[in-house]
């Protein structure tokens, strides 16, 4: 491969993965969930090989780019549209302690020594168990903490895109029955939820399309 050559896949490879990133947006590059994590990666692999493996045409590698990063976009829209289609995209956060207690089987299942669980709790300035009211482990590794205070209580996702989310609800307590009585209550249809955020205290707060 001649330098001519390196420099035009080098441009064209820029161009494509510049214009791509604008489309995909900040999502991917934050890497929300492990599935981000993992396009990232292999869209950044697939733009090493365009430069570097002569023996793939340029075109070839741009029409791959193109047609990984539209499968990229319709998984996002379909985890945006579809409650089914979340659950398979997307892992679910998980409660890993409560009330000061360690849920020893949600350790087992993601796969968290104590010595990761301490350093994550550190890492949002919580240095003893017993501090802390809920923690729940992130689809993105990290751990949001809720520190005990008088008035502590931790909210949940209970209405998601016009979706009540079931699992959400189970943390707290509550079922979908008394979140549509809440609904009614408030002359306010479930399609019409964007986000409904509620908590032990039966506080809901509702964000509207």
């Known amino acids: 491969m001649g ?12 161009i494509a993965m510049l214009g791509w990133s604008k489309v ?15 396009c990232g990666v292999a869209f950044g ?23 990984f990063s539209l499968l ?4 996002d829209y379909i985890s945006l549209k579809s409650k089914i289609g979340r659950k398979i995209m997307e892992s679910k956060p998980q409660v890993i302690v ?15 020594t104590v010595d990761d669980l301490l350093m994550l709790l550190r890492k949002n300035s919580c240095f003893h168990l017993n501090e802390i009211e809920t923690a729940i ?43 549509q009585r809440q609904l009614k209550a408030r ?9 409904a955020q509620i908590d032990r205290e039966e506080h809901v707060h509702l964000f509207l399309k």
């Open 187 to 195: 002359n306010v249809e479930l399609k019409q939820v964007l986000l």
């Open 98 to 112: 409560e009330n000061g207690k360690i849920h020893l089987q949600t350790m087992k299942q993601t796969r968290l």
């Open 72 to 75: 990229t976009l319709c998984s």
């Open 3 to 14: 330098y001519f050559e390196l420099i035009c896949r080098v441009i064209i490879t820029y």
């Open 24 to 38: 995909l947006g900040k999502k991917l590059i934050s890497h929300m969930t492990i599935f981000d994590f993992v």
């Open 137 to 179: 482990f992130e689809t993105d590794g990290s751990i949001s903490v809720l520190k005990k205070s008088a008035n502590s209580s931790f909210p949940v996702a209970g209405i998601i895109d016009g979706h009540i989310m079931d699992d959400n609800l189970k943390l707290i307590g509550k079922e979908g029955a008394w979140v």
């Open 45 to 67: 692999a697939i733009g090493g090989n365009m430069i570097f493996n002569h023996t793939l045409p340029l075109w070839i590698g741009v029409i791959g780019l193109s047609l």
